[in-house]
């Protein structure tokens, strides 16, 4: 089935310009027709409609198929996608009416018959791409009405209707159209001589060609949508005040107090218990355990967050807009295998810091931290979707793809990181000098263990993006479109604001409990989020969602645990960097001995 997507010239050449983000034209690259001109009609996939993972190549239903199938050649982020491109048997010529042309007549064995129905059953759509615009359609239906399950009746549409909008010589809009007589009955296994026919109609528009994605994102331009999308907002930002608020009473009354108290002479504070954060100070900056651990999830941490930005940046100057086929895949592949520098030179110039010294072990740790999960969850959701034949099987070109641009890129990219790491030097800024030996940790209350503190610190950043979650679930794991991206890009920013605050003020009331061990814990604290997201998606699964199956839960719950693992790591650094320069802060502010 395995089909190679290009050479692997192709592919370098892909990665080096980062040619394919702008996604990928039709045949007809300026979009331009003459009257009988042959318009590109592309028969993309069919697969159950609520199950968007689990979709299959067109003609593996028996339609009518030509005697040697074209397939389209494709980008990487198209395969990625799961586009499977081949030329359609529907003829449709710019400005040509048809009205029932046959498109051939075909007899169906009883096992195509059984196919059909099995795909009616599990309300299987198509989708196709005319002139680069998406267009979909059922191919069948169930009569339940008034019907005990065995009496159900399962009818395969026939016949198809294209209504196709021009303006000038460019196509604007295409709709397709079954027609609800002329039905095929499939609920008895037999065979069955089928008449398949489409008609075709054109009609004039003033839409300009440059408006005509953008009926694909009216949905979320309305006003009701909007307004929910404002509220999220408006209550994130409500989070983010009250926070502020919260964090800037310890920092101006409790810190103040205790910066008055620890100012006091020698006497009064001789005749008193040594107690607070400012009698940690010779253990607050002791290095924490698995520091190679710890530098390497600051590195990937890094990386992602530098992806994150980029793909921000990109989403808000247009260039993923509606149906770019395979854009976001591309630019997630091209980034993260450029970023990858970044990953190498923060985790090592960090864990050089840290004393660390094997720098070379802590280097392919790095390399591995993100990459070996994701790469073990690709290897076993692969083997599944070879297992069902499915179009989310990625041909072996694409893999031999995938590992050219993990070794000759993102790989030197890390080492190169890594050495610049190694050699900037930079020493640990502590104001504080660490003591000998640690000072042993008070016994604390269960509450203000990690787990809890961890719960915690999740919750008030999860709140503050749930709402826009469900819009994001519903566009990854469903048929929306997103396209709102400057909200999205403020709740990010808010996100990672309640993130850094909710972090500071639980290692601030961990230091005044007298625990220095605060490191780990700060980077717990601020990836926690990550938690409550996959939590979210067990009750988006079950609740919010009608995906059913092996292949589409294993799929929904194998790439989400990645990337709920990425949001942890990058949330986790942006928890400890923020912690950081709050105890520095605030150790620099005191005199200590």
Known sequence: MGREPMDLAAAVALLLLCFGIAGVASDASDHRYKKRDSVPLYANKVGPFHNPSETYRYFDLPFCAPEHVTEIREALGEVLNGDRLVDAPYKLNFLVDLDSKQLCKKKLTKEDVAKFRSAVTKDYYFQMYFDDLPIWGFIGKVDKEGKDLGDYKYYLYRHIHFDVLYNGDRVIEITVHTDPSALVDLTDDKEIEVDFMYSVKWKETSTPFEKRMEKYSLTYSQTHHLEIHWFSIINSCVTVLLLTGFLATILMRVLKNDFVKYAHDEESAEEQEETGWKYIHGDVFRFPKNKSLFAACLGSGTQLFALTVFIFVLALIGVFYPYNRGALFTALVVIYALTSGIAGYTATSFYCQLEGTNWVRNLLLTGCLFCGPLFLTFCFLNTVAIVYSATAALPFGTIVVIVLIWTLVT????????????????????????????????????????????????????????????????????????????????????????????????TYFQLAAEDHEWWWRSFLCGGSTGVFVYAYCLYYYYARSDMSGFMQTSFFFGYMACICYGFFLMLGMVGFRAALLFVRHIYRSIKCE
Do not use: D
Request: proline share 8%.
């Open 411 to 506: 790989s030197p990219l890390l080492v190169l990181g890594g050495i610049a790491g190694k050699n900037s030097k930079n020493e640990f800024q502590a104001p504080c000098r660490t003591k000998k030996f640690p000072r042993e940790i008070p016994p604390l209350p269960w509450y203000r263990g990690t787990l809890p503190q961890m719960a915690m610190a999740g919750f008030l950043p999860f709140s503050a993006i749930y709402i826009e979650l469900y819009y994001i679930f519903a566009s990854v794991w469903g048929h929306s479109i997103y396209t709102i991206y400057s909200i999205l890009f403020i709740v990010f920013i808010i996100l990672l604001i309640v993130t850094a605050f909710i972090t500071i003020a639980l």
